[in-house]
T-cell receptor, first 113, second 114 residues
Framework: AQSVSQHNHHVILSEAASLELGCNYS??????LFWYVQYPGQHLQLLLK??????LVKGIKGFEAEFIKSKFSFNLRKPSVQWSDTAEYFC???????????FGGGTRVLVKP | DTGVSQDPRHKITKRGQNVTFRCDPI?????LYWYRQTLGQGPEFLTY????????KSRLLSDRFSAERPKGSFSTLEIQRTEQGDSAMYLC????????????FGPGTRLTVT
């Protein structure tokens, strides 16, 4: 069975600080990987995705993530956060042979102005 | 394209009552998914449709839960004899029929069972 672990439940940082959110998954086969973001009062939005090719993927709003297959990791990064990045971030994995997304527990990020 | 829509956005019901939620996917998407999210957790998969066929169901989907997508467009999720443990956000997502089948989520229906 697939599982996804997000290391930090809460992160607090100041504007212009760098952000890195950890995500590790457990699954032996080929996967597609996703990061979703949920801003306060809004629904889940796709931030970025990996399905093949370059393991460093870029998403919206200056976010990027790196897939390290040997470590079963897909960490999310942003070099300089803004107050508007305050949100909950979810990592998700999907087997290429399956249909469902398996989500991590989420990380709440609070950016102080 | 207005995205995935769900109705109602909030539902309060008494234990033992039946409830039904509706999801309208993005119009050209033939894949539709239901998830459940409880406080402090990520969404958990419930079921998946490709067109009108329900192809996968989670063990979370007890006999009290039923989902349909009769014409391959909108879908309904019914919960019979609701229990307090059913209180959660019910999310619908849809995807196009192409790799990597990225899923787009609706705003959810928040169910409170009293």
């Amino acid at each position: 069975a697939q599982s996804v672990s997000q290391h930090n439940h809460h992160v607090i940082l100041s504007e212009a600080a760098s952000l890195e959110l950890g995500c590790n998954y457990s699954y032996g086969g080929t996967v597609n990987l996703f990061w979703y973001v949920q801003y306060p009062g809004q629904h889940l939005q796709l931030l970025l995705k990996y399905f093949s090719g370059d393991p460093l993927v870029k998403g919206i709003k200056g976010f990027e993530a790196e897939f390290i297959k040997s470590k079963f990791s897909f960490n999310l990064r942003k070099p300089s956060v803004q107050w508007s990045d305050t949100a909950e971030y979810f990592c998700a994995v999907k087997s290429t042979a399956g249909n469902k997304l398996t989500f991590g527990g989420g990380t709440r990020v609070l950016v102080k102005p | 394209d207005t995205g995935v829509s769900q109705d109602p956005r909030h539902k309060i019901t008494k234990r033992g009552q039946n409830v039904t939620f509706r999801c309208d996917p993005i119009s050209e998407h033939n894949r539709l998914y239901w998830y459940r999210q409880t406080l402090g957790q990520g969404p958990e998969f419930l079921t998946y449709f490709q067109n009108e066929a329900q192809l996968e169901k989670s063990r979370l989907l007890s006999d009290r839960f039923s989902a349909e997508r009769p014409k391959g467009s909108f879908s309904t999720l019914e919960i019979q004899r609701t229990e307090q443990g059913d209180s959660a956000m019910y999310l619908c997502a849809s995807s196009a029929d192409r790799v990597p089948y990225e899923q787009y989520f609706g705003p959810g229906t928040r169910l409170t069972v009293t």
